[in-house]
């Protein structure tokens, strides 16, 4: 199949071109930069130069490529945080850039695949943490969520249910989105690379556990994550699913474990309250109160398996 990637430079789409023409497909991937466009060749992908928030830009590069699949990996979250983004998460400016590219860009996609005929799209949703703070520990696609869950901050919360929303609802093919888990593996920000982003501050012991760290997390290979998103291309029906690892965890479990693999001394325990002054609530709730998703429905319906089912072999042998 023909099958336009926007996102093909970023960390799942780098992993995600090979697995595509492994499977016989071809693909056009998008990137602003030209001087990208050797990276995207190299990986086997015909590069297309344009900006996602340029409506006609992306209507004309999605034309010429007359894609069968979209796939939408846009987003502009590979840069540091700091402590203060992290106490104003609605400031961060590359958080206000990901909701403007998880509603304006995924209507522009949208337009465009529509007006070629395309007749799927695949797009990337948030699942490392859910927005919910009742119900038990581990969620489904099925369950509730509150949208005014401080963690993520409610517009980023808002900008994943209107890209869900607007995705699954297509009239004319099938949408799914997809609800990655925390990303780790090369290219993300947590890898033995000297600058992946989340691995620095664990380094310098300025990620703490925030009062009992009974947060639940669910993290993700980046390589399965793309081995998965490559079935979705293919096949499954239009809807929501948690592409996660089978093994969600508090942060007081995972953490010191994530710091023993990046060679990191053991995490701090600071109490809740600091947690909140520190980094803030969004920071604190995570930490605390976070619930961690169910890969029931992924494995069964596309008929996935991760290669690490654990983060715990994950992080021992598939950071480098
Ligand atoms: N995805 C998440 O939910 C999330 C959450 C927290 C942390 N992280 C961390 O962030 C890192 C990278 O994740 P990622 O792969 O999702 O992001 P990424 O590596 O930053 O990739 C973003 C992609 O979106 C494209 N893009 C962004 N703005 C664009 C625009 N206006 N027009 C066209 N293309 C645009 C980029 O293309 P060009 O730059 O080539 O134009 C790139 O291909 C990982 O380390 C992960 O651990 C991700």
Known sequence: MKI???GATGALGRALIPKLVARGHEVVGMTRSASKQDLLRSLGARPV???????????QAV??????????????????????DARHPERFSGAIMTNRLRTEGTDHLLAAGRAVG???????????????RSGGAVLTEADPLD??????PPAAVAALLYLENAVTSIDWGEGLALRYGGFYGPGTGISLAPDATMAAPIRK?????????????SYIHIEDAAAATAIAVERGRPGVYNVVDDDPAPVREWLPVLASALRAKPPRRVPRWL???????????MMTEARAASNEKAKRELGWTPRYPSWRQGFAHGLA
């Open 147 to 152: 949208p005014d869950s401080p963690a993520p």
């Open 4 to 6: 336009f990637l926007a």
């Open 49 to 59: 130069v344009a900006d996602a928030l340029d409506a006609d830009a992306v209507a």
């Open 63 to 84: 034309a010429s490529a007359e894609p069968e699949v979209i796939v939408h990996q846009l987003t502009a979250l590979s840069g540091p945080m700091s402590m203060r």
């Open 275 to 285: 947690g909140r002054l520190l980094a803030g609530e969004t920071a604190t709730v």
């Open 205 to 217: 012991r300025r990620f703490p556990i925030v009062g009992d760290g009974g947060g639940v997390w």
């Open 118 to 132: 395309a007749r799927r799209f695949v797009a990337q949703s948030f699942g490392a943490a859910q927005f919910a």
